[in-house]
């Protein structure tokens, strides 16, 4: 990384896009506690990762790109864990974990072993699991990798509905429709360096392109950063 410096706004979705190897994983794995920056600091929600990355972590849910899943549990099992992990009131835990396994239609799964899951069901119940504890921020990583249009209709409406509420949303994605779609800014990350950020309004401007869509400004921006 090359001294990243990012600003996301409460209730904003943002972005994040690059070539393969720019440092998009990186970049979420320091911003969730995994990794920790060489230098520079993470704030979530007003608090440096490095202070108390416990009560960090607490207000951050993650969905990656491959859910990894015990998955000799049952679909309400996994719930359970994931609430325990976060600390879950007991009291409110059935009526949220229901209605999450409802609204994403496996409710009538729930107990059986995950084992059974098709992928897009496995990547359903772990946006379920990471929306229990009422995250402050979200960080995902390929959010509609293995969904259905359906599925992805429901989750792009969600993302909408929760940044209205004052979530946060942070998306890594390939899918550069799904970014120009749902994100109020974009940003593009090469070599470990942010090259543009901004609307997409923004980066056509930048790109001097007004009139291509985003998949032709993130070619023209990484291509003028490749040429010597």
């Not at 416990?54 to 491959?66: A, H, L, Q």
């Not at 997409?200 to 790109?207: I, P």
Request: glycine share 10%; aromatic share 6%.
């Amino acid at each position: 990384m090359n001294r990243l410096s990012l600003t996301v706004s409460k209730g904003e979705i943002y972005g994040f896009i690059g070539p393969n190897g720019a440092g998009k994983t990186t970049t979420i794995r320091m911003m969730g506690g995994v990794l920790m920056p060489t230098e520079g600091s993470v704030i979530i929600d007003g608090i440096n990762m490095a202070d108390d990355p416990e009560r960090v972590k607490k207000k951050i849910g993650f969905i990656p790109d491959r859910p990894f899943l015990y998955e000799k549990l049952t679909g309400m099992e996994f719930m359970r864990f994931s609430a325990d992990l976060y600390g879950v009131d007991d009291r409110v835990f059935s009526g949220k974990a229901e209605a999450l396994l409802k609204k994403f239609a496996l409710n009538n799964w729930a107990h059986e072993l995950i084992e059974s899951y098709s992928h897009g069901m496995k990547q359903r119940l772990i946006i379920s699991a990471a929306l229990l504890h009422d995250p402050a921020v979200i960080i995902v990583d390929e959010p509609m990798v293995g969904l259905d249009p359906a599925a992805i209709k429901m989750v792009k409406n969600m993302f909408r509905e929760l940044a209205k509420s004052g979530t946060t949303i942070f998306m890594s994605t390939h899918t550069l429709a799904v970014a120009e779609d749902i994100c109020d800014r974009i940003g593009i990350i090469h070599r470990g360096s942010l090259i543009a950020t901004g609307t997409t309004g923004d980066l056509k401007r930048d790109a001097g392109v007004l009139e291509a869509d985003l998949e032709g400004v993130f070619l023209i921006l990484t291509e003028e950063q490749t040429v010597p």
